[in-house]
């Protein structure tokens, strides 16, 4: 079975269109006396006009034909492009099927061109087995003249996905048609997990940069699997980005803490690296924090409890931080201070403190 076909005068025309592509009709190949002079694209051999019991048009080939990948496309990769088509034009771009690249060396399921051509985009429906070497050798292909390509498949699970940019599509009983299923992803956390889109969201997403291919370097959430290449919004390469760059601070400083513990003492003492009392703004000076730090401990003792009373906000501390005390214990924060002496206080230094 067939789609397209060449005419002797009309040159390619395709079943699936009303006017064949060529400002013609269906009767003008169908059972059409004399027999209509269309050929195989592929093989050149001689082919006929069919309509299937439901309505279907297609070509096929006439007897004596040799064995054609034109004649082994299934109804279902047909319907697919038709599908990938009409969803690229609803995002705003032009959609033509079955274009040849120069010289013949690919030909796209659906090219999807950008109204003013700056750009160029195959949407492939692969539906039938294909090896990840297969797959990456067509993607090259389009990609060196200058046309990326977007694999899509609705089987359950294609095993090459996100071996090239690529999408799982499903049909849900929605009015809106195919949907991302698999492969558009967002980060949240420390991973990535899935974000649900229409086939017409996502290529307009596409179309504009709005996503691209991205090679994740964190864990993609159950049920998902792990995916070489997803899609995502480049906000979200920069959110994990950070996340990672975040963690690499982490490990540093808990591999650094050993060393520090381990390290000799300078003179017996360890001298707190942050600035004291006369150091400290202004503003620091005259506060609550201030007065805690000129006390004795057993006068910072003493103000722990009077704190306990006393309305936060008459002696001066963040209303924010209040606020969060307050709502995780249900009582004013009480400050708690302790003073550094040795290497191995360090981390207590006298100027932390922590709400209790
Ligand atoms: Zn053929």
Redesign the pocket.
Known sequence: M?FRAVHAQWGTIFAHLPDLGCAQSWEAVWKARPSAPI???????P?HAKTSRAGLRFFT?APG??T????LESVAHHLLKLELAAAARDAGAHAELEVPGPGGAWRADVLATDPTEAWKTALEAQLAPITNAGITDRTERMRADGVTSIWFSDRPRPPWLGTVPSIRLATEDTREGLLVAEGLVKFHGRGWKPVPASLTDFLAWTFARRVVPHTPRTPLWYPQRALPTVWTAPHYITAETAHLEEEERQRRIREARPRRQAAPRAGGVFRCPRPGPAAAPAADRNGPRAEVRRRSPASAASSADAARTDSPHKRGWPSHLDDTNRRRTGRAPVLRASRCSTMNEEDACCSQRSFS
């Open positions: 067939a050929v195989c694209d592929e093989c050149r051999h082919m080939h034909a040799p054609c990948a034109l004649g």
